[in-house]
């Protein structure tokens, strides 16, 4: 037998998560510690400054560089709006008037005697970072954000796009076998997060987007159907951030794969309640899952454990290319370490795939299927 630490998506119904909201950039955190939280409150706040324009007020009143500061009509930290007069001559014994005006508004921020522009920086974009749960505020990073903490179902996928967003949660399928489509797809599905079976396909997909559903978690997606509904092929970047009107969460891999029977019953079990979903997923270094968190006030914690074991005849899944998505069972555990095409030697598995092919692969890439 084999011992490694081999993380696998994690299903539980019952857990303390606690989530990371956190500014871009320093701000003002505007709850505190303790404060009970709704998914949309925010909960910290700060203003991104805005794009500093240049005007060519020089060129444009046709005047030498030095001559500029004499030309303005404001003075620096004033507010102007787009279209002001900030900067005029006359020539010609008053005769003939050059003018220059602001092409956005903002704040009159510089004005140099060199090149003869002003700098008028465009007002700030504020941003503000919600609960995303229904919770308790555990920490306060100060000037930063919040850790929210909050009890209830906890569902992990292996591969998500799309953004935060939140819905009710609601069966699309009585079987995790089979495929969402286009027909179970409806009106009444406005706001939902739609779940269950081995597949959703492109139709279904851009159904799901005319009626506005909120997500889709299930168990795999035909990557073509993917890139088509995306419009683009995704890299190997962090995913989440796609401009597109719902959230999709599969949990099993790519192309047909039934979801797994524990996912199942326990979405099944939450159906009518409330989720919190988001498909931001990175498969490198810092791994992110996407998620579906569904707050509860019953049920017992499970206890996680911190270490898995690696033997014979285990289920597992392969997480990376060439084999990403790919369910197998372990069929032997070399005791060393092997090279790889990258030119690393490390400790490796060989895998039974469900077709039969054996194939070897290194032991950071697999995780355990736990039902």
């Known amino acids: 037998m084999g011992t490694a630490y081999t993380p696998g998506l994690k299903v539980s119904a019952f857990t303390t998560v606690r989530k990371t909201r956190r500014l871009p950039l320093k701000g003002e955190v505007v709850v505190a510690a303790g404060q009970e939280v709704e998914p949309d409150t925010v909960v910290a706040r700060t ?72 700098g008028i920086r465009e007002r700030p974009n504020p941003i503000e970072v919600t609960a995303y749960v229904r919770g308790r505020v555990a920490q306060v990073l100060e000037g930063e954000g919040v850790i929210v903490a909050t009890q209830g179902a906890f569902i992990q996928g292996i591969f998500g796009v799309g953004g935060e967003r939140r819905g009710t949660i609601r069966m699309a399928v009585s079987d995790p076998n089979q495929p969402i489509t286009e027909m179970d797809i409806r009106s009444e599905h406005a706001g939902v997060v739609l779940c269950g079976g081995c597949c959703v396909r492109g139709a279904a997909l851009r159904r799901a987007a005319e009626v506005g559903v909120a997500g889709i978690v299930v168990g795999a997606v035909v990557d073509q159907d993917l890139v088509d509904f995306l419009g683009y092929d995704i890299g190997v970047a962090i995913t989440g ?63 996680d454990g911190e270490r898995h074991d690696l033997e014979s005849g285990v289920p597992i899944r392969i997480i990376r290319e060439p084999y990403f998505g790919r369910l197998a069972t372990v069929a032997a555990l070399p005791s060393e370490p092997q090279p790889i095409p990258t030119g690393a030697s490390v400790r490796v598995l060989e895998a039974q795939l469900a077709s039969g092919e054996r194939v070897t692969v290194p032991r950071a890439n697999v995780e355990l299927i736990e039902e």
């Open 47 to 118: 203003n991104v400054p805005g794009i500093l324009r240049t005007v060519r007020a020089a060129d444009i009143l046709g005047v030498d560089a030095d001559e500029v500061p004499a030309a303005l009509l404001v003075k620096l930290g004033d507010e102007v709006e787009a279209g002001q007069l900030i900067a005029s001559t006359r020539s010609f014994f008053g005769l003939f008037k050059s003018e220059c005006r602001s092409p956005v508004a903002g704040v009159a921020e510089l004005v140099s005697e060199t090149t003869g522009h002003v």
């Open 241 to 303: 951030h796609e401009g597109i009107p719902l959230t999709l969460i599969i949990t099993e891999g790519f192309g047909a794969i039934r979801m797994a029977q524990r996912t199942f019953d326990l979405l099944r079990a939450l159906e009518g309640q409330q989720a919190s979903i988001n498909g931001a997923t990175q498969i490198r270094a810092g791994v992110i899952r996407p998620e579906v968190i569904v707050p509860r006030v019953d049920g017992e914690p499970e206890q």
